[in-house]
């Protein structure tokens, strides 16, 4: 009998805000809310973006002017929404108008060229060129004559002018002490942070329910820290003639958000594991935890992604290889001069390439007996995850045939489950839905074969990556929050950013709406992603009553029932981050030096081990596994 992996919390950050209570899903259907919702969301992003603070008891704005949920929108709306979603890139950043490179110069010297530096500042070798007369104090002239080489710092006008960047004015680094780390790592302190307060559990009591060993941490970045305080800054000093430091390659490396989780947020000594699937990256780790969830080896497990990669050479590396969307090809879709940088990303329509964006994603899982004993809130769960390549490829960047197999494992799964009705009825799609030409053809085409094998018509399509970009590791996190925010609130978010779908796309079986829209209870949401090289994953999600109907069948009402009584205090403490949070007071989880296990303190003899500061002991005797092997 398997365990079934089920969701208990999600917290994280994009460009559309705070993962954690669906607010930055709510963000993206806002026109689709309710009066008290849409405020109440809004007042959260005002608290995300700085643009309130907390005195005596009272929100008040920059201006001085006391915050309420009836006049957030009035005072701060037209902001926060500006300041949110994709959007065009900001100067933080760098400047899209004038970013900075280097110009080489090959010339000439018709007369000898001279110049007074100091000898220290010499090149080694020197060029043959170059005639060094020696000066006083170190000095020397240097005379140059014939050809020279030089490079001089000037300026371009960037092509790709829009990403989904973080909420304006939302900035990791001064919630906690982050230590001059890369931006993708302070968004992972903020994501797993957000994860664990939003689970309204004690940590420390989670901890101490299970075995040391039977808690895992499951995350990587794809490209890894690319920030100027990681490898983005490493690789860049020497040529910039600047020193490296001694933490930018360490800090730069694509495992450094799962060490981070478990060395400073959660204190995990169970499996640490990290694996990069290109754009399927978060689902390549969410396989791994629930394969040794459903196996019994881990019982708590924190999957998680970042990637923070707005940066020049990312951004041209991609628009090289024409799959950004520019400026110039943006206007001869829309035959304008002037481009609409909130549309720039537009999956399934007249499309001509995706926009990057940044974020961290955090979800927790559980087997569903801990979830059950914990009181722990029911969002989902995955019963499995399927990964599959694509065989011989004449492109390593085009898809391929593995997608048909994932997507198609994932339905044939869900249907075992649920049976055929849900999946006609009650599922829907979050389409990798990347906003190239060939994705929307490929893509559109695998739903269809799929909708007509099961005989289904009218099947939802979600592209996430529309509002927020293509977050690129973490973006398969991103669609798992649309899929708990349609769970939640029951909207079916539309394709607002394309005026109609493009006459390729395979669209007879398919609903891609061009609005959000109210829909009926959901079973099930298929979670599809498409990485570059042939990294395919699919994941189905049972939503929370499914999910709850088969914990039901599997321990009984009395279970359910003592499970709904521990859920109440749950739900207290939820209450209570929410509230903290929609003030601004996120109280991040940063134990740097904190904590710390003395390794004399570790007793163990052949039957156990105990760690010191967890209350269970791990387990070593071990059975033979093979023993229908051993002589």
Sequence with gaps: MSALPVIVAMGGINAAGRTSFNQGFRRVVLDALSSEQ????????????????YVDGQLVSEAGDVITADNVEAQLGEQILAGTLIRRIEKTFFDVDATHW???????????????????????????????TEL?????????????EIKHDTYRDNPIKAAGQFPTGFDPAILYNSRYQPRGLQATIFAASDAIHASGLDWQKVMNSVAPDQIGTYSASVAGQVNSEGLGGLFKARLLGERVSTKQLALGLNTMSTDFINAYVTGNVGTTFTTSGA?????????????????????????????????????????????LANDDNLKKLDNSDEVDYRRTSRPFGENCGFTIGEGAQVTILMDDALALELGADILGSVPDVYVNADGFKKSITAPGPGNYITMAKAVALAQAIVGEESIKERSFILAH???????????????DRIATAYEINNWPVVAPKAFVGHTIAPASGDQLAFAIGVFSDNIMPGVTTIDKVADDVYSDRLNISLSHQACEPQDVAFINSKGFGGNNATAPVL?????????????????MNQHAKANEATKQQQAVYFDNAQKGQFDLIYRF??????EDAIAFDTEQMQIPGFDKPIALKIENPFADMSK
Excluded at 553 to 558: L, T
């Design 38 to 53: 849409r405020q109440e969301t809004l007042l959260g992003l005002a608290s995300l973006m700085n643009l309130v603070s």
């Design 543 to 559: 939503s929370p009553s499914i999910t709850k109907e088969m914990l039901a069948a599997r321990h009984g009402e009395s279970a």
């Design 433 to 447: 839905g990347s906003s190239t030409p060939q994705n929307r053809v490929t893509e559109s085409a695998i739903y």
């Design 102 to 132: 280097q110009q080489k110069i090959s010339a000439n010297a018709g007369e000898p060229i001279r110049f007074v530096t100091k000898a220290r500042q010499l090149p080694t070798p020197l060029p043959s060129n170059w005639e060094v």
């Design 279 to 323: 754009c399927a990256t978060f689902l390549y780790n969410m396989r791994a935890a629930v394969q040794d969830i459903k196996a019994g080896r881990t019982r708590v497990a924190i999957v998680a992604s970042s990637e923070c990669a707005i940066e020049p050479e990312i951004i041209e590396g991609f628009g090289n290889m024409s799959a």
């Design 136 to 148: 006083e104090k170190g000095q020397v002239e240097v005379t140059i004559c014939g050809e020279f």
């Design 593 to 598: 030096g904190e904590g710390l296990i003395d």
